[in-house]
């Protein structure tokens, strides 16, 4: 699904004390007040806190929270944070979070809450190299409460844990999984959009969800949330849709397409103007009569490549036309529905 880029923010005060690594590894500001509000209690352990952007988040929703860090550097730092935000109900714990003297600093909490530490670089994210061991976890601080949150990799597969899987998107990108344990779990699955809030849970009783062969036929075609692909909920976006969808798949990609318009903030819609066979003239005839100018290639293609292969569609328009040219076995000539 095609998405801006959008600047990662986390905390509003640019004379907060963190590193470009700090941003990048740290929770968002958007995520961050999304998850408090989610987790709202009295006491919380924020397990692995960094240098506090969770925390601080936290702080607003909750009267008590345990910050636990073990390097010395961010905790250091998100003490100073703190202290500069003026937030008095944080208490800052350094250590593993699986020290058993540790855990019993925290057996007032009502929620633990962890975002465990993931190899940099991974190509391949697996379970095993992910930090806190996530059933460790669970196994530790289930004498506390059933009441437990563990971030982990979106992407992972293969996951062995009981509990809801809740999977954040921003601005059109998959961007988090958290696993709700206990009474925090309302579903077996669930997508959240942000910054919209936008929810959709997994149905107890599945709807047969139709397959498209091929697009003759069909006036409009959908880019899927990748959260929705991720969680599993395609029939739940079509029933939501009151079942006016068909899946169509090319390759490894997916997509959903329609006879009628469908406005979901799940889908991305593109009016389907033309389906001619996948040669350039045959395109360019189609793109010169639809007054187009510029054309959005939707094919897998290498960076140092794409303007080239653009360009070649584009070489001799004049018009003012935005169109995107998805390449299945025939190509697909569509516009954007705004």
């Not at 929703?61 to 910050?67: E, G, H, K, N, S």
């Not at 855990?103 to 940099?120: A, G, N, Q, Y």
């Not at 397409?257 to 040669?279: D, H, M, T, W």
Request: hydrophobic letters at 40%; glycine letters at 6%.
């Amino acid at each position: 699904m095609s998405r801006a880029k959008i600047p990662k923010q986390v905390l509003p005060d640019k004379a907060l004390h963190y590193t470009a690594e700090d941003v990048r590894v740290g929770t968002s500001q958007l995520v961050a007040e999304y998850r408090a509000k989610r987790l709202r209690c009295d006491t919380i352990a924020d397990l692995g806190c960094g240098v506090g952007f969770q925390s601080f988040a936290f702080a607003k929703t909750c009267q008590r929270v345990f910050a636990v860090e073990r390097d010395a550097r961010k905790l250091e730092t998100a003490k100073k944070n703190a202290e500069a935000l003026g937030i008095k109900n944080i208490t800052f714990l350094q250590g593993d979070a699986l020290d058993s003297a540790l855990i019993k600093k925290l057996k007032s909490c009502d929620i633990i809450f962890c975002d465990t530490e993931r190899p940099l670089g991974e190509v391949r994210r697996t379970l095993e190299t992910i930090q806190p061991n996530p059933a460790e976890l669970l196994q530790a601080y289930s004498p506390i409460t059933p009441q437990i949150a563990i971030e982990l990799p979106p992407f992972l597969k293969d996951i062995p844990l009981a509990g809801e899987r809740e999977y954040l998107s921003i601005h059109g990108a998959l961007s988090r999984l958290t696993i709700y344990c206990g009474k925090l779990a309302k579903a077996e699955r669930s997508i959240v959009l942000l910054p919209g809030g936008e929810h959709l849970e997994s149905a107890k009783e599945k709807t047969r969800l139709k397959t498209a062969q091929a697009l003759d036929g069909f006036s409009y075609l959908y880019d899927i949330n990748p959260a929705v692909l991720q969680a599993g909920l395609l029939a739940e976006v079509d029933a939501l849709a009151g079942q006016m969808l068909e899946f169509y798949a090319y390759e490894k990609k997916q997509f959903f397409c329609s006879k009628r318009i469908v406005k979901s903030p799940f889908l991305r819609a593109y009016k389907i103007f033309g389906i001619v066979p996948r040669e350039i003239s045959e395109i360019r005839t189609q793109l010169l009569q639809l007054n187009a100018g510029k054309v959005i290639l939707r094919q897998s293609l290498d960076p140092k490549e794409y303007w080239k292969e653009r360009r070649k569609y584009e070489q001799g328009l004049t018009g003012n036309r935005t169109v995107h040219l998805f390449l299945f076995s025939n190509a697909v000539i569509a516009e954007a529905v705004v």
